[in-house]
């Protein structure tokens, strides 16, 4: 697709290994006004801190959080930060479950239609924090939105409001891209996931 601008937003791209695969997370903000370079420097800063608060105790400690990559969004040629201050090894115990397994978070933003609602496909736990075969524990259920929540503050800190981007409507590509502000952080049930549907429905 030929590049869309999504004026005054940002995404940040949450990057990992487990064994030879690449992990990665993208959440979207949106900044209160013009951002610049240090804006964009205090974005990654805020994700870092929050993987390494309350991220890495729910990761596999097969896998390891490499760093945080910010990057502008308005501008064909935009800013990017890269933070790795709490680059490390999850910490979520037992033997480490496979790269599609995973736990969902759902984000909503009060208002209806695809578009403006997101799924947040954790990273692979350990076997410890499953209850049984496919569902999870409350306590790593619970941490997950905790981390996000974490996100969504830490980033309110510095300016920038976490939030859905949408870059279609009714299968069509927008002009531009349209940000909708998260209001919602919650999970629908303790099932495990997986983005390639090889796991148990009910979600």
């Not at 736990?103 to 076997?127: D, K, N």
């Amino acid at each position: 697709m030929p590049f869309q601008s999504v004026p005054s937003c940002a995404k940040v791209a949450i990057e990992g290994t487990l064994g030879s695969k690449q992990l990665v997370n993208v959440l979207h903000f949106k900044f209160a006004g013009t951002y610049g370079q240090s804006d964009i420097d205090a974005l990654a800063q805020a994700v870092d801190n929050s993987v390494g608060s309350d991220y890495l105790p729910i990761i596999t400690a097969g896998a390891t959080y490499n760093q945080s990559v910010a990057t502008g969004l308005e501008f064909i040629n935009d800013l990017t930060a890269t933070d790795a201050t709490n680059t490390g090894a999850g910490t979520s115990g037992g033997a480490s479950l496979p790269n599609n397994v995973s736990f969902v978070v759902t984000l909503r933003t009060g208002l209806t239609g695809r578009s403006a609602r997101g799924r947040f496909y954790c990273w692979p736990m350990g076997a410890g924090d499953l209850f049984s075969a496919n569902t999870v524990t409350v306590a790593l259920a619970n941490q997950a939105v905790v981390f996000l929540q974490t996100v969504k503050t830490n980033a309110a800190a510095v300016n920038w409001t976490m939030g859905i981007v949408s870059r279609r409507t009714l299968g069509a590509v927008r002009p531009t891209g349209v940000f909708f502000p998260i209001s919602d952080i919650a999970y629908r049930n303790l099932l495990t996931d997986s983005q390639r549907g090889r796991l148990p429905v009910g979600h």
